[in-house]
């Protein structure tokens, strides 16, 4: 059963796994990517880095998957390397992604829609996938988004994250914690980058502890936002369905369906 939780070392990641890492300015990116090639081979996995080519770590050339000279999309290119991995007899694929920081403008909304198509895939096949995030690189708020769509976070420094949404197999995509007026825009943000690649997103409330105006102002919106989408959230409690209809929104323009 997959569950958000805090990991201290890689030793306690497993199958299914998706991690997100923030480095420190000490740690050493060569040191930490030799510990992950180190610690595949103990479990029978396969092994994958994606990035560029890293500096003084030649000995991963082979292992080294580079966005900017793939010819495929980054997820086609790790569901082929699943694949491959089952063939070659390999218990496992593992990733490590070094995520660099890109264009400020665009940067936030791009790694989501990344980072919830590595969470479909690694829920989906059982890989494993660590983000490795350089928290000297990184503007802290983005680290602090990004760190929503990780059900899982590796290092000694809890994420500070109100909620998150992570893949709850088949059966669509959990939400945990808090969606109040701090987080709304982020949460309407994610809703409409699962929106943007399915027709209807189920959402699993059984562990949403708050939900206020604001987050339910920017569920509606999000689910408005494209046309012929649908948000079903599954789970929510009579408080929360009360809330929905006194705040008129649930009229037939905003396709969202509330269920216990």
């Known amino acids: ?88 007899g390999f218990r496992s694929l593992r990733v490590l992604h070094h995520v660099r920081p890109g264009c400020p403008a665009k940067q936030t909304g791009e790694l989501l829609r990344s980072e919830l198509e590595l969470e479909e895939f690694a829920a989906d096949t059982g890989s494993l996938v660590v983000c490795a995030y350089s928290g000297a690189g990184w503007d802290p708020s983005t680290l602090e988004q990004i760190a929503c769509v990780h059900p899982h976070h590796l290092g000694s420094r809890a994420a500070s994250t109100a909620f998150r949404v992570y893949r709850a197999g088949q059966r669509g995509w959990a939400v945990d914690g808090i969606v109040d007026s701090d987080g709304a825009v982020l949460f309407g943000t994610v809703l409409c980058t699962l929106l943007a690649r399915t027709a209807t997103v189920r959402l699993l409330c059984h562990a949403l502890e708050f939900f206020d105006a604001a987050g339910m102002s920017a569920l509606a919106d999000a689910a408005r936002h494209l046309p012929d989408r649908k948000v079903i959230l599954e789970g929510t409690n009579e408080t929360v369905r009360l809330a929905w209809e006194l705040s008129g929104f649930a009229v037939p323009d905003i396709p969202v369906v509330m269920a216990p």
């Open 1 to 88: 059963m997959r569950a958000p939780r805090t990991l201290t070392t890689l030793d306690e990641v497993d199958t299914g796994d998706h991690v997100c890492q923030v480095l420190d300015r000490t740690e050493d990116v060569i040191d930490r990517s030799r510990a992950f090639v180190a610690d595949g081979a103990l479990h029978g996995d396969k092994v994958v880095i994606v990035g560029p080519a890293l500096q003084g770590g030649s000995e991963f050339a082979q292992l080294v998957l580079d966005p900017a000279r793939l010819d495929v999309s980054l997820l086609a290119a790790v569901r082929r390397e699943a694949a491959n991995a089952g063939r070659e």
